[in-house]
Every structure is written in structure tokens, then in C-alpha cells.
């Protein structure tokens, strides 16, 4: 493996990913801007989190998808690749997201008990979610006038309704499927959800490093959406 000076000079780029559902989508995005990483990465057996990439040149990370913006927000990895979901619901000052990159599509969307019966009858104005994204969708009910009273998921939200934890739920939205097993229908989509590129903003102006791989991501997403 070789190095190049830039690395040498300043370590290893950082470049954090999610492990879940985007990762199977944006390793060839990232392979078609030079980023491979090594091959104990696709080794189910190996425990590691922090891998290297083929050149030596940089680390990559593979975390939990919020956690891929709170490292790049405080600059514990430079770059990485995680859904708008997750980059609107922290909002970080820090944190850019430069490239749309046209993978992971889904929405976030509310969705309750397609049985009326199971509806709560709860007050108009004073409803409760159970979401993993208590951000988005207290701004999303309060611009309708609406205090959402927020339960904090990690997963599984669309059990809560008909277990009588919150009569609503927010939460990410593809085929559909999902919400139909579980006996919800969604009722209001938030926002359209695609996969980024982000960039933590010091090291976007410091490391030209940084720079170039942006430009590289945003050449090739302009190809593909040609
Ligand atoms: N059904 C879906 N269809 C398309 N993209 C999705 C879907 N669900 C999630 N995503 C995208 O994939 C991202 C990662 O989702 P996922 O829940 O698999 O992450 P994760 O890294 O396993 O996180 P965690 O372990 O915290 O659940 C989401 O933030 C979203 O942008
Ligand atoms: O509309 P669908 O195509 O059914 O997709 C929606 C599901 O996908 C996501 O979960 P995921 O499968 O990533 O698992 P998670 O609940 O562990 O996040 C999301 O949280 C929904 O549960």
C-alpha cells in the first residue's frame, strides 16, 4: 500500500457511512469515486468498525446513519454518507450537504390505524407520535397549528398504535409495506427522503482533499441524473 503526501501530512480522510440500509446502494457510489474499501469491510465475521480503503489513504467508518452526521458534524470524520432524513433532523451548523446523490429514496411520512376504531378520539390540537425523529415532526405539527407531543423510537414505531403508546406515528415510508402489515395508513407525507453527501464545513475549506472528492460526487450524480 502506498501513501500519498497529503495523508502523510495529515492522517488518514475520514469518510463515515451508515451500516444499514444505504450501504448496499452507495458502495459502488463510492466506488465510482475511488473509494473502495478493504476487503475485511464486506467480512460478516469481522467485528471491526474502522476499516481502511484499498490505497491506505484513508478510514473509513461504519456506523449507526445518525451517528454518521454527528461524527461529521464535529469533525470526527470529514466526509460521510447518510440519509436528508437524518441531516434534517439534527440541523447541524456544521454539517454541509453538498450532493444529492439519487440512492435511498423513501419519505417520512404520519401514518395511523387504518381500522377507525383503533383511531384515538384525543384532542385535535394535542396529539401523540411515537417517532425516532422528535425534531422534524414537532416542526412539521406545529406549523399546522399542532402540539405533538413526541415518544422517541428507536425502531419499530409502527408497533405503538395498536399497543396504545401514541395514536400516530412518523416515520420512513418506501413500498409501503410495512405500514399495511402493521394495519396503518399514511395519512401525510413530511418530506422526500434521498441519500447525501456530507461535509463538515472546516474541513471542506481546510483539506483539498475534501474538496476534490466533493467535486468528484457531484460530477458523477449530475452523470447519472443525465
Ligand atoms: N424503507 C426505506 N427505503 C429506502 N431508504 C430507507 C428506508 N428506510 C430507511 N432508509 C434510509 O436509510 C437510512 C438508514 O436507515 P437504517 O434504519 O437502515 O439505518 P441504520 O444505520 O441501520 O440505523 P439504526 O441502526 O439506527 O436503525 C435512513 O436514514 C434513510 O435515509
Ligand atoms: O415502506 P417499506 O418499504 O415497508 O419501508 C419502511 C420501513 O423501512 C424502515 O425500516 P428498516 O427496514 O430500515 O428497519 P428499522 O426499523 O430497523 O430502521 C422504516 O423504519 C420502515 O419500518
Redesign the pocket.
Known amino acids: 500500500m502506498t501513501q500519498t503526501a497529503d495523508t502523510a501530512r495529515s492522517g488518514p480522510l475520514t469518510f463515515a457511512i451508515?451500516?444499514?440500509?444505504?450501504l448496499d446502494e452507495a458502495l459502488p457510489v463510492m466506488a465510482d469515486a475511488g473509494i473502495v474499501p478493504e476487503a475485511a469491510f464486506h467480512d460478516k465475521l469481522d467485528r471491526s468498525l474502522s476499516f481502511a480503503d484499498e490505497t491506505g489513504d484513508m478510514r473509513i467508518l461504519r456506523v449507526?446513519?445518525?451517528d454518521v452526521a454527528t461524527f461529521v458534524a464535529f469533525g470526527a470524520a470529514q466526509m460521510g454518507i447518510?440519509?436528508?432524513?437524518?441531516v434534517e433532523e439534527f440541523d447541524y451548523s456544521e454539517l454541509y450537504a453538498p450532493v444529492d446523490l439519487g440512492i435511498?429514496?423513501?419519505r417520512l411520512s404520519v401514518a395511523e390505524p387504518a381500522d377507525p376504531a383503533e383511531q384515538g378520539s384525543g384532542n385535535a390540537s394535542h396529539l401523540r407520535v411515537a417517532t425516532k425523529y422528535p425534531n422534524l415532526t414537532s416542526r412539521y405539527f406545529e406549523k399546522q397549528g399542532i402540539q405533538a407531543e413526541c415518544i422517541k423510537l428507536?425502531?419499530a414505531m409502527e408497533l405503538a398504535p395498536s399497543i396504545g403508546l401514541a395514536g400516530r406515528i412518523v416515520d420512513?415510508?418506501?413500498?409501503g409495506g410495512?405500514l399495511k402489515s402493521n394495519g396503518l395508513v399514511e395519512t401525510k407525507v413530511i418530506m422526500q427522503?434521498s441519500?447525501r453527501l456530507i461535509v463538515n464545513r472546516a474541513a471542506w475549506k481546510t483539506d483539498p482533499r475534501v474538496a476534490a472528492l466533493v467535486e468528484r460526487f457531484r460530477a458523477q450524480a449530475e452523470r447519472e441524473a443525465a
Open positions: 451508515p451500516k444499514g440500509r444505504i449507526r446513519a445518525f447518510v440519509g436528508s432524513d437524518v435511498g429514496a423513501c428507536n425502531g420512513l415510508v418506501s413500498t410495512t427522503v441519500a
